[in-house]
């Protein structure tokens, strides 16, 4: 087989023998990689490009080639959104800062067009959200929606509360939502959860060709970061979702060449419904022509089906069973837990898997009692199930993730943006179930990596530096020191970890987060080698090129 691409002079981590020798070269061939070291001979001549890792990276550490990484939890339509909209993330010049960006772009648009901004986290202000009548007059009869940072609460205007009809009187709160009231009972303008849903509605649908924008500027980003496969968790419906026509959108961008890596969708819960066909085999939820967990390629498949539970941790949403640090709420689920566990098994009974996000140690074990109760009645399936972020974990509850192989999907950049506000809201009594780390790999559990972009910084570095202080914006550990992983334990769960967690081992499907003989050639070369350098240099190394299937995406 003449090959297409050999990548020498290289240290090669193939994420399948810790204890074996790196190998030097790689060969790749049918979008494969087929061949190392020894096996090249010959072959140099009559390749169709052969690459020295060590004049690429310039001679700046030494020369590294691992699987390519793998974002298990992203929203990525919406990062692509983002990067297209008003960013008030953690301005230096604090609440003014943001009032004046909104109102710059307020005054760009014409009258009644919608001021849309991304990134807000009252943790960035002293815990301060913005003023309702500030916002009024800088954006005057604009309707404004702008994201908290977490994606479970936004913030809006009066002209947003007017359109949705949340002025109205008689206007109650949504299941699994609230607009919040001052003391007076007037909107301050923070409205959380499904609440969300009835001012985006009025914005949504998102055209296909905005989606498809999104997601190329999105990918884009990606590949310079070395992520060459990612979990969109979330399309088609709630407040999560951007267009019921996401799938085709992902399906526009593949063929126009702007989709830069895999994607696996999870269509949010709300977008399944009763599929008619013989009495015999009609599933309970499904979508149109029977689609359902696993349907796809390589390039884009379905994946499990996302369910939302609790909140968050950040704005205090996330159900705990005790109540917050300095309050009486505990949080809320996102609908009876009756509701949410005749959803969880009518989907599993149809044949997804179960991608339940899962915060709060209530919400936690709702989770595991209902997908428990899911396999018990109708075995395991080829994708795993999953616990969406598992924010709280009990010891004693890692053993039954490990029996039914529900993987988890922790998210290390929250040490860092919201891990002090966390910490603060459980306080520390209740600090070692938070976001855990070594204690899922030592039980078994499937562990994989993942940002909840854009909730969170995404690049896949900085997660692995992340897993392995835990340290927060302020310096303080999350949970016991005993959690943080070491450098081979961060790289895995974003490479093998995050595959087996996505479905991407087995023989349904391509291999991936590995380089092993038959698996794809999905790769990053990086400046110096992630597994030898000290936690606080790894965001110091430079990723130089991206492969997605024998193709560089990035270089």
């Known amino acids: ?18 204890d074996a020798p790196a190998p030097e070269a790689v060969g790749i061939a049918g979008g494969r990689i087929v061949a190392f070291d020894d096996e090249l001979e010959g072959s140099y001549a009559s390749a169709g490009e052969v690459v020295d890792a060590a004049e690429l990276t310039g001679g700046v550490g030494v020369p590294t080639v691992v699987p390519g990484f793998i974002d298990a939890h992203c929203h990525t339509t919406w990062f692509g959104l983002t990067l297209a909209s008003v960013d008030v993330e953690n301005c230096p010049g604090g609440l003014d800062e943001v009032y004046d960006r909104l109102k710059a772009a307020a005054e760009k648009l014409p009258d009644g067009e919608w001021v849309q901004a991304t ?51 008689g206007y109650t709160d949504p299941p699994g939502g609230k607009v919040v009231r001052d003391t007076e009972g007037h909107p301050t303008g923070l409205v959380e959860e499904t609440a969300q849903t009835q001012v985006q509605d009025l914005i949504r649908p998102y055209s296909v060709e905005t989606v498809v ?79 359902v967990t696993g349907f796809g390629d390589d390039e884009i498949r ?68 209902n997908i428990t109760a899911a396999v018990d009645e109708c075995g395991p399936r080829a994708f795993p199930n999953r616990i969406e972020h598992a924010g709280m974990i009990r010891t004693e509850q890692l053993p039954v993730l490990a029996e039914y192989g529900i ?29 855990r780390g070594r204690s899922f790999l030592e039980a078994g559990v499937t562990l994989a990596g993942s940002s909840d972009r854009p909730c969170a910084e995404g ?51 391509g291999r991936a987060g590995e380089l092993t003989r038959g698996a794809l050639a999905d790769l990053v070369i990086v400046t110096g080698d992630p597994l030898d350098s000290a936690a606080e240099a790894v965001t110091g190394l430079g990723v130089k090129a991206t492969m997605r299937g024998g193709q560089w995406t990035h270089r």
């Not at 088609?236 to 890596?261: C, K, M, T």
């Not at 704005?315 to 949080?331: I, K, M, N």
């Open 1 to 18: 087989m003449r090959l297409v691409t050999i990548i020498r002079n290289a240290r090669i981590h193939t994420m399948e023998d810790k």
């Open 213 to 291: 924008h999104a997601l190329d500027l999105a990918t884009a980003y990606y590949a310079k970061e070395g992520i060459t496969s990612f979990g969109e968790a979330g399309i088609a419906a709630g407040w999560i979702g951007h267009s019921p026509l996401e799938v085709y959108a992902y399906q526009q961008a593949r063929q126009a060449g702007l989709l830069r890596a895999r994607a696996q969708l999870m269509p949010v819960i709300d977008a399944l419904h009763p599929i008619h066909g013989h009495a015999a085999d009609t599933p309970e939820l499904g979508l149109d022509l029977g689609m």
């Open 407 to 435: 993987a988890v999907t922790p998210q290390a950049a929250f040490f860092d943006n919201i891990g002090d506000g966390m910490l603060d809201a459980i306080g520390e009594e209740r600090a070692h179930l938070l976001y």
């Open 459 to 509: 690049n896949v570095l900085r997660g692995m530096q992340l897993f392995m202080t835990r340290l927060t914006r302020s310096g303080r550990m999350s949970g016991p020191s005993h959690e943080r992983l070491s450098a081979p334990e961060a790289l895995a769960a974003y490479t093998s970890g995050a595959a087996a967690a996505m479905g991407m081992t087995g023989t349904h499907a």
């Open 119 to 169: 990134g807000y986290s009252h943790h960035d202000y002293d815990g301060s959200y913005p003023d309702i009548a500030v916002l009024d007059q800088i954006t005057g009869d604009r309707p404004l929606f702008m994201r908290q940072v977490s994606g479970h609460s936004a913030i809006v205007n009066t002209a947003a509360l007017t359109a949705a009809g949340m002025l109205e009187p």
């Open 302 to 369: 379905i994946g499990p089906v996302k369910i939302f539970m609790d909140g968050a941790l950040s704005g205090r949403t996330a159900a705990l069973h005790e109540p917050y640090v300095g309050q009486s709420d505990a949080g809320y689920l996102q609908d009876d837990p009756e509701v949410l566990r005749a959803q969880t098994l009518a989907a599993y009974r149809s044949g997804w898997s179960l991608a339940v996000h899962a915060i709060g140690d209530r919400a936690v074990d709702e989770a595991i009692h």
